[in-house]
Structures are given as C-alpha cells and as structure tokens.
DNA sequence: ATGTCACTTTACAAGTGA
C-alpha cells in the first residue's frame, strides 16, 4: 500500500503535477493540504477522470484540506472536537479499507512572539485529546508546521528556538508520540538528517538545501509494522515543463507491506 | 536571512499569509 502527503499551496496552481503525481505514483491514497479552493471549486472531474474519489474540506483563499483514494473513503469527518479555531479548515478524516486516515494542516504560528503561535500549541492540545480517543490503524499524516528534533532542520543553531522548532512546538510532537504513535520517516531514517520536505521559495533555499522536515506521517504500532519505506519525491520541488511552478513543500510517499 | 509565491480586494497595486 502506498500513501501520500503533500502540501501543494494551491490546489488549482498545482492541479497538472496533482495529477501527474497520481499516474506516477499510483498512490492508494493521497492527502493534500493547503488546496485554498471551497469545495465547490475543487477539481472533482479532473480527480476524477485519474481514478481517484475524494472528500474535501476546502476554505477560500486560506488552509484547506482532501483526501483522495482509489477505494471508498467511509466515515468521513470534516474538523475535529476541541478545534480552537473551528471556522479554519485544517483537518479532514476517513477510514479507507481498515486504516483510520486524518489529513492535519497545522496553525503555522508565524513566530514565537506572535498570537498565533499560542494558538498553535492550544490547536496541537486539542489534536493531542482528540487523537487520544482513537483505537485502531491509525495513520496521521500532514503538514505539522514543525520540525521535531534538530536532525530536522538544515541549521540547529540558526532555528534554535524559533517558531517551527520552538521547544514547547516540539512538546506537542513528543506528545502525540506518546499516544503510541510513531513517527515513519524518522523510523526509517535512523540518525541520518531529515529528510527534509519543505523549503522557503526565497533565497534559492532548495538549491542551497536549506530544508526542514515538517511534514510528518505518524502511524500506530498496528501501521509501523508493515513500514517498507518513507521518501521524498524531490523532483516536485523542481520547475518542471508542462507543469508550472512547484509547491514549496515535495510530497512525502509512504510505502506499507500490505 | 530572504534570489518567492498565491491569495484577496468595490482591484489594475498593495496587503496578508506562508
């Protein structure tokens, strides 16, 4: 089985490499955050004719997030109980076969000194309790607007208490860890830096490989056991021909034993 | 730190969010 995250900073700006990233990959599932589209304006037919179904929880100009899947997606919950910030649409679930799939784009928090990263630590609480209450296959996966350790930034001493590697962020992270779940790429990965899924359109930050990793898939113990493998498809942080310009995050693919 | 991008608006440039 083989899952997908991606934060694609418009849906309708990047709908050519969606696509694309579909008849490439063939993923049985893919998550998207920061589509930026009301549902009504989601590109269903184009999804669609790839083969895929979805379910949408989209918000105009901001936030906003999908699930598509090759296989029925049941149970749908747009939103989570406890959300401090409700009216942002940052949160989609479904059960696809027996696997319980949340979609999560958290509060970014701008910076530490800012309103909004109080609200991020309350938002990644409330997440926390809700996940709490699960039971079952579970596999949380998205944009988490934070890098969990310093093998996940490409300069510790730079990002040290900053907003994205902030120690109380990194608390939060630790907390939903705590829950039983785990964290896929860095499994895999071991001790080896990243890898990194995310980096700042200014400064020719991907040509100087300053990354972070802050897009994460969390698995329960149940998911981890079928772990094959957690990449990074590079290439979509690349202008491609025919396909416009990138998003400023690549997708992060997950393959599973089925 | 900042070589950017995408969104919106009683739009045609500027502010916001990332």
Redesign the pocket.
């Known amino acids: 089985m083989k899952v997908i995250t991606w934060n694609v900073?418009?849906v309708?700006?990047?709908l050519a490499r969606v696509i694309a990233l579909l008849n490439r990959h063939e993923p049985d599932v893919l998550c998207l955050q920061?589509i930026?589209?009301t549902d009504d304006a989601f590109p269903l037919m184009e999804v669609t004719a790839a083969g895929y179904q979805c379910v949408t929880h989209g918000q105009?100009?901001?936030?906003g997030v999908a699930i598509l899947a090759r296989e029925p997606l049941h149970d749908v919950s747009l939103g989570f109980r406890g959300d401090p910030v409700p009216e942002e649409a940052r949160v989609v679930s479904a059960t696809v076969g027996d696997l319980r799939v949340v979609n999560a784009y958290v509060?970014?928090?701008?910076s530490t000194t800012d309103p909004?990263y109080q609200i991020k630590l309350r938002w990644l609480d409330a997440l926390a309790d809700w996940l709490a209450t699960m039971a079952g296959p579970l596999l949380v996966m998205g944009d988490f607007?934070v890098a969990p350790t310093d093998l996940d930034v490409y300069?510790p001493a730079?990002w040290h208490g900053q907003n994205l590697a902030s120690e109380p962020e990194r608390e939060r992270i630790r907390r939903l860890e705590s829950l039983g779940l785990i964290d896929l790429a860095r499994a895999h990965a071991g001790d080896t830096p990243g890898p990194y899924t995310y980096w700042?359109?200014?400064?020719?930050?991907f040509?100087?490989g300053?990354g972070l990793r802050i897009d994460l898939m969390l698995g329960s113990a149940d998911v981890a056991a079928r772990l094959v493998s957690v990449e990074v498809d590079r290439e979509e942080r690349k202008p491609t021909a025919g396909e416009?310009?990138p998003?400023?995050h690549a997708p992060l693919i997950l393959t599973l034993r089925d």
């Open positions: 900073n418009s309708r700006q990047r920061e930026k589209v105009k100009a901001y936030n509060v970014n928090g701008k909004a607007n300069d730079l700042d359109y200014r400064a020719g930050a040509h100087k300053w416009g310009k998003s400023d």
